[in-house]
């Protein structure tokens, strides 16, 4: 009988290099996030849309006790940087107008829709020059009407809203004829408590809305035809489904976005032939709130949504074999009231920052193992980084002069975690990879004191000169601080000078201490070899004073202004796909060495012990 030992082993090694040849290319994802407005309290209530190329948002602004303002903000990208100015402005915050924003164009000028709650009155904004704003339905008698407000053009370049009215509980539409507002042909949908969440398209000249039915718990949508409301159809009524619809037309097909309440989940339904077809998009921990879904210009569906579990942005998008999902951003508590709209391929969604209270803004674009539609495009454009080993690598790209870039790192054996950069020169790309050092080489001395970190920076496809200043975020668990008998203020970050061969101790500043981890920030102008450490002797600048207070952790934002900061945002760990297509040549090098070891070695064996490849027993 023959010995089946080499034999398995060897289909094994085989088995395990073809699986390196079909894995999947990493989905490589870049963002770049920008603060837009981060006066008082901005952001929540968004809408996105494009003009021109150029992304705009709508906004709510609220102004704590003192200031006594709130209202509406519209903000816009120039091509070369963020303007906003105000729409509408109550003066006693208590009345809270500007909520439900839903923004869209019409021959390149903006028109916003929005709920009044003290007046519970749906309002219309349009600018043509100056803001005009005028109140379009005040429910007569009713104190509740305009609530989740969502504004569309059809193809005259009409208005038209749809609203939930509180008083009556029903869905309600209404569509200026060119004269004056009209209620086209009575609600929609009045059975039952029905009209949350809508979202409002057209499909040619024809109104459709996506909704959430109170009543039943489930996702319902209705479309205008042939001069009257169609019968609105539950489009899923498993569990309780249908919260924070968002819904858009391909190729006259509806298709729609929404949350599930009852499995903590992002669905996704569409509508072919006539039927409609549910899938789960995402329900890895409760995902999926705030959703806001847009096609690209292939036709491909995209989704922007908060995951509740981990207080995160994320996006979803379908690349013609299934739905993939990715983290943007998990910095803070960030990406409720996210909104999605395309320039091209390239995602743009603007969010709310509940850690800064701010309206942020970020851009994707598809940077690396091919593309997002299965192409085999690769380049390198926008910004992003990515982990793999010891060594985190991230880059930017089209960095203006005299503004910080900041790119993240996601490493778990490094606490690095953002390095910010500030230029004298406009950058057109720069790639930076940091190192976990585990040894050093023998002529480098160890730190003095206890050493947590050594880390080696370095810059790519840049002139160093161009460096103006940079700044190294990082962290420590206080477990490990109080390990070795230090303090927080005795942490600092070195810098290793080549030239006397000597540690050089950088300003350290403590920014934050949250869930036992210190946050600190150092500033360096070069960039090699570095270390963390702690001892009695140094001295940290403790900027929260005194003993250290449980603070959030620092923000994206590298500069202490309010000033917008394009900020470079990795692909996070948890994304879809596996290791980009040079790891994946690497390991299937090594595999095929590894065989070709293993058969040498047996037939070596074999000459030497010809028996051995057989079993005792025949």
Known sequence: MVNSRPVVLFISLFFLCFCVLVAPVSAAWTWTDTMVDNEYDAGRWNSIAMNGGNPAISYYVYQPPGADMAGVKYAWYDGAAWNDEVVFWAGDNTLHPGQYTSLAFSGGNPSISWYYPQAGDLYYSKKNGAWVNTRIDNGGVNTGVGRYTSIAFDNAGNPAISYYDVDDADLNFTWY??????????????????????????????????????????????????????????????????????????????????????????????????????????????????????????????????????????????????????????????????????????????????????????????????????????????????SVGDACAGYASMVEYGRYVNITFHCDNSAISMISLLFNTNISEILVTTTNKDRLPPSIPLINGTGYEYNNIEMFRINLSSIDEGIIYFSIPLSWITQHGLDPENIVMLHYNSVTGEWEILDTDIISVTGGTVYYRAY????????????????????????????????????????????????????????????????????????VGFIVLKIRKREEYPDWWFDDEE
Not at 543 to 561: C, F, I, R, W
């Open 524 to 595: 360096t102008s070069s960039f090699s070899l570095f270390a963390i450490g702690g001892d009695s002797s140094y001295h940290t600048t403790n900027l929260l004073g005194g003993q250290p207070a449980e603070t959030p952790p620092p923000t994206t934002v590298a500069t202490p202004t309010k000033t917008p900061v394009p900020t470079s945002t990795m692909m996070p760990d948890n994304s879809s796909g596996t290791f980009p297509l040079t790891y994946l040549w690497i390991a299937l090098l090594i595999l095929i060495i590894a065989s």
């Open 177 to 386: 004829n060119g004269a004056a507002w009209i209620m086209r042909d009575g609600p929609p949908d009045a059975g039952g408590d029905v009209g949350k969440f809508t979202s409002l398209a057209f499909n040619g000249g024809n109104p459709s809305i996506s909704y959430y039915d109170v009543t039943n718990g489930n996702l319902k949508y209705v479309e205008y035809a042939a001069g009257a409301w169609g019968a609105p159809v539950a489009v899923d009524t498993v569990g309780d489904v249908g919260w924070n619809t968002s819904l858009a037309f391909n190729g006259g097909n509806p298709s729609i976005s929404y949350y599930d309440a009852t499995n903590g989940a992002l669905k996704y339904a569409s509508r072919a032939g006539g039927a409609w077809t549910a899938v789960t998009v995402d329900n890895a921990g409760d995902v999926g709130r705030f959703t806001s879904l847009a096609f690209d210009n292939s036709g491909n569906p995209g989704i922007s949504y908060y995951d509740v579990t981990n207080t995160a942005l994320k996006y979803a998008w379908n690349d013609g074999t299934g739905w993939q999902t990715t983290t943007i951003n998990t910095t803070g508590d960030l990406g409720m009231y996210s909104s999605l709209a395309f320039n091209g391929a390239n995602p743009s969604i603007s969010y709310y920052d509940w850690t800064s209270s701010a309206l942020w803004y970020v851009a994707g674009t598809w940077a690396g193992g091919g593309n997002p539609l299965g192409g085999g495009a690769n380049d390198l454009s926008g910004s992003g980084s990515l």
